[in-house]
Each structure stands twice: as C-alpha cells, then as structure tokens.
C-alpha cells in the first residue's frame, strides 16, 4: 500500500513538473518523493525534488539531510562540507545526518572518521543492521577482517536474515583463514535457519573448495528443495559431478537446467563437454551444434569442435571451426597458437604468420613463439624478415637455436660472413644441438666442417 502510495506522489510530483506549476507537498511526502528517486539512481529528478522541498519548507532538517544525500551522490564533496557545518549543530541526535556524515567521510578516503561517527549513530538505537554493516565495511576498508567480523556478525545479530552481513562473514573467516570456526558458524546459522539460501550457498561452495563434492551436493540439493527454480545452483550441482568424474549425472542435472533457461548455449556446451569426456564424440558434436543454434557466435562451442574434428582426422573442419571461434576471440593466445598449428599442419604457411606475429608481440619472453615464427618465414622464403625477427628475438633470449636460424638466413642470402659468424655462435652456445641443426638446415652442413675446421687450425 505504502508502494502505491509513495507511486501517486512521484506521478503528482512529475505531473507538477510538466505542466510547470506548484503543488503542495508536506515535509514527509517530499522526503518519500526524494527516497523515491535516490533509490531509482534519478539524482537529478532527487535534486529538483529537493530544491522544491526548500523552497516549501526552507529550514526543514530532514529535507536538508536529503540534499547532503544527493550532492554525496554527486560527489560534490566541497558544497557538501558547507552543508555538514551548516547542519552538525543541530543534528548530531540525527541517524541520517551522522550516516551522510559518514559516508563523507569514507567516500574521502577516511575509514577510520568514517567509524568514529557511526559509532556515535549506533548510541542512537536506529538502524542498528545498517550501521554495523556500514562499520564493518570500513574496517574492511582498513584491511582489517577481524574487527570487520565483529560487526557483520552483530549485523547479522540485528537482522538474522542479512545476507549481506551473512556473505561478508564468511569472507572474512576465510581472510583470517578460519576454515573450521566458518564451518562452526555455519552449521550454527543453518540449525537456527535451515531455509536460508545464502547459508546453504555459503555451504556449498565451502565444501566445493575444498573439493569433497559430495557434501557440497548435499547443499545444493538443498538450495534446490527451497527454490527449485534457481539456475547457477544447478549449475554447481552439475560441475560437483563433473568433478567427480560422475559425468552422466552431471548431464541429467544440466537437462533439468534446460527446461528453466532462456538461454541455453553454455547449458548445451556443458553438456557436450560431458559427452566428450565420456569418449562419445558424435554425441559432444550434436551438443556443440546446438549451442551454436542457440548462439551462432558462442565461440567455446566452435573451437571444442575443432579439438573433435581433428581427434576424428577432420583436419579441414578442425580449421575451420579454429578460423571462426578465433576470429570472435581475437586477443585468445591459446586460440592463435592453435590456429597457427592447424594453418601450419595444413601447409597454409603464409595464413599462420599473422597468428604467430600476434603471439611474438603479446609474449615476446615467450622462447618458443619467435622460433616456430622465424621457421615458418624460412619455409616461405622470407629470409631477410626472418633475420629481423631473429635480431630482435636473441634481445629476449640469447639461445643457440635462434642463432643456427639466422645463420641459415644468412646463407640463403648468400651473406656468408654473417652467416659463419652466427653459426660460429651457436656452436659455442651449444654444440649438441649441430646435427639436428644440419638436419633442418642442409645449407650449413658443410658450413659447420669449415668453422670447426678453422678451429682446429687455431688450436
């Protein structure tokens, strides 16, 4: 009723501004209109809603307080500060005064002012829920979890029914690495309050964590027997199973999602996922294909394809689905080097360059990604690029195998100073490597006898 109510002033308020009159509204029907707005996120129409409250009711206190409220919001903390000086005289008894006060405060960076005054709130009996949960966010604020404990659990102890205060609990026993008193806690709460769904949340994921699924099950059977309608617990309960390799059941929890899902692309791909650790890949593909109905763009649904595809030897389907998914996951490295080894494995050298010049440059202390680049330039003939490449790969990783490369470009470019000097190199770095080397790279096997033999004249 009081919705309603609160309803029909917002519609006479908004109905006032069109048309450009004045209405009257007393002082609690002003700060309703105002809370109305606050709560919306309207700040704008809140500050108009407060400007005309002044202008009925100059000295009102409480729609003062709602202007504080607004310009906190607006982070306009210099004409805020005028407003708290102008008020603190008067309003130190005020709840709302000393919350905005607060909030002053911690929105400057102040925890510790910020507590000092809820505090003094707190020896004005209001809002004792509000202005503990207030304290202990602060005192997280502070990086200090113990303190911010004592006041989520007086919180809680003010409202049972908090789960706000219920949440920051149990991330504060894990901050404080108190796995056992968490579990005490909990057991405790759900003795008193078995039908709570963030406890028994809070339980699950406790158990999940530490992987005894079987019980965290148990707890998500739970949550399921108070609102059997709630999708991610499902969720969970599937990905217990799949944990525990018990991938049928998974599948069969992940049917029941189906039927309460508007969206059912990830749903489908889970469950492909779970025929193909079963080893039916027919079945996994008809799941992905699905996914992909739902979503024509679910990128983890055309790539777990490709790994199918190329399992079963279809190596141009393996590509394809690797070109798609990659295409729509473009900073994917995991999906470039991929691509790259499907283009390179179906001798489409050129195409794979673009996927290793994108490795190179997001991981260049990656060794590995500047010599499958360099290789694969050499295959193409590229050699003067190559030998770039190569300048700038031995800055990150002075190794043997980049110098054997650039000697081998260099004698491709018919550079053979350049060449033997690198080659030279590569033997001091690591001679083992040479008949390999020479293996890759003919063009040097008769370089290395020479180098070795200058060698042994010197010597």
Known sequence: MEEYFGNELVKKFEEMMEINDEFYFDTEELEDIIVYYLELGDFNYADMAVNYGLKLHPNSLDIKIKKLEVLLEWEDFNTAKQLIDELKGSSMENTDFLVCYAKYYSNLGNPKKSIEICKKALELEEEQNFLNNFIADEYVNLGDPFNALKYYQQALKEDPLDDYSLENIMICFNDLNKSDEAIAFLNDYLDEFSYSEMAWSEYGQYYFVRKNYEEAIKAFDYMLA????????????????????????????????LELEYTKAFTYYKIGLCYKALKQPIIALNYFQKSLREDPQFYLSMMEQSYLYEEMGGMPEALHFAKEATLLNDDNLDYQKRLAFLFIDAGKFEESLTCLKKLVD??????????????????????????????????YHYRAELFYQLSNCFFNLNEKEKGTKSLKKALDLDPTLVSDMQKKYPYIKDEVKKVKSKEKKRG
């Open 362 to 395: 997001a991981e260049p202390s990656r060794f590995y990604n500047w010599y499958a680049y360099s290789e694969v330039l050499m295959l193409v003939g590229e050699y003067e690029e190559a030998v770039t490449i190569l300048e700038n790969a031995i800055k």
């Open 226 to 257: 108070i609102n059997s309608g709630s999708v991610g617990v499902y969720a969970s309960k599937a990905a217990c199973y799949e944990a525990l390799n018990q991938y049928q059941k998974a599948i069969s929890v992940y049917e029941e999602m």
